[in-house]
Nanobody
């Protein structure tokens, strides 16, 4: 499975961005997709996740109410709509695919990772 993330950029606080993650290859063998982020000098943190079949979602408390994860099964693409962005949202955002059922907030649940896309929010 290959993942291609896109949509990052430089925005001001309060702005919105939509990230996309296109999956290719044996996507039928994946169970869920997630977004993680990593700021300089910090660990990679969970942001949001969604299951392919039922669309069940989960969010980190820090983004709940501001970010929305969605998927387009026909396009094998997952989106992360980020509203009301804050400077503390600045990070490299990674999409990931899980090949099995697990705790979707944990990075080690995921088997495949995209290359990351930079999101920078200025104050």
């Amino acid at each position: 499975v290959q993942l291609q993330a896109s949509g990052g950029g430089l925005v001001q606080a309060g702005d919105s961005l939509r990230l996309s993650c296109a999956a290719s290859g044996r996507t039928s063998e994946t169970y869920a997709m997630g977004w993680f982020r990593q700021a300089p000098g910090k660990e990679r943190d969970f942001v949001a996740a969604i299951t392919w079949s039922s669309g069940v979602t989960g969010y980190a408390d820090s983004v709940k109410g501001r970010f929305t994860i969605s998927r387009d099964n026909a396009k094998n693409t997952v989106y992360l709509l980020m509203n009301s962005l804050k400077p503390e949202d600045t990070a490299v955002y990674y999409c990931a695919a899980a090949g099995r059922i697990g705790v979707l907030r944990r990075a080690n649940t995921y088997d495949y990772w995209g290359q990351g896309t930079q999101v920078t929010v200025s104050s």
